[in-house]
């Protein structure tokens, strides 16, 4: 079963937190941890660790705190997950050809690769952008909406 980890729903919220600013805005961890619910030093762990990814500037000393590296439309839920928990794959047959023995054999297999392939570019059409925009946040990207695909 594939489900996020707390500390990537914590990435997430620290990230739109950071979005929201304008562009080179510092945030404080403080100001965040509080704003998104988040213990402050599990943040700070969060943080550096996304600093290291390449999600985020960090600033040292009593002025320091956090920017975003990349403009919000240039990340993706999707990035944020394989991150933070690395690569998604709704079942172990998925993880490379030849990782299952029954492959080419499994009439589920083709199933599961299409799930997979939907899971992740509906995640990945997801922006930081997208979800911090006013309104009433149920966007849907991409001409997507609640239930499509299904009849």
């Known amino acids: 079963m594939f ?8 990435a997430i919220r620290g990230l739109l937190h950071l979005a929201i600013k304008p562009s080179g805005e510092i945030s404080y961890l403080d100001e ?3 704003a998104q ?5 599990y943040l700070a762990k969060i943080f550096q660790y996304l600093s290291r990814k390449g999600f ?8 320091g705190g956090f920017t975003l ?6 990340i993706t839920l999707l990035d944020i997950i394989v991150a933070m928990e690395g690569p998604i794959h709704l079942n172990d047959c998925l993880i490379h050809k030849g990782y299952c023995r029954r492959d ?3 009439p589920v297999h083709d199933v599961w690769r299409m799930a997979q392939k939907q899971f992740l570019d509906f ?5 930081l952008a997208d979800l911090v925009k006013p ?5 849907y990207p991409s001409g997507l909406s609640p239930g499509a695909g299904r009849e």
């Open 135 to 139: 309104g009433d946040g149920k966007r």
């Open 3 to 10: 489900k996020l980890s707390r500390g990537a729903e914590y």
């Open 69 to 74: 590296l990349k403009s919000p439309e240039d």
């Open 56 to 63: 985020l500037k960090s600033y040292r000393g009593p002025s």
């Open 32 to 34: 965040i941890s509080k």
């Open 37 to 41: 619910d988040v213990p402050k030093p």
């Open 104 to 106: 080419d054999m499994c």
């Open 123 to 127: 995640l990945a059409s997801w922006s």
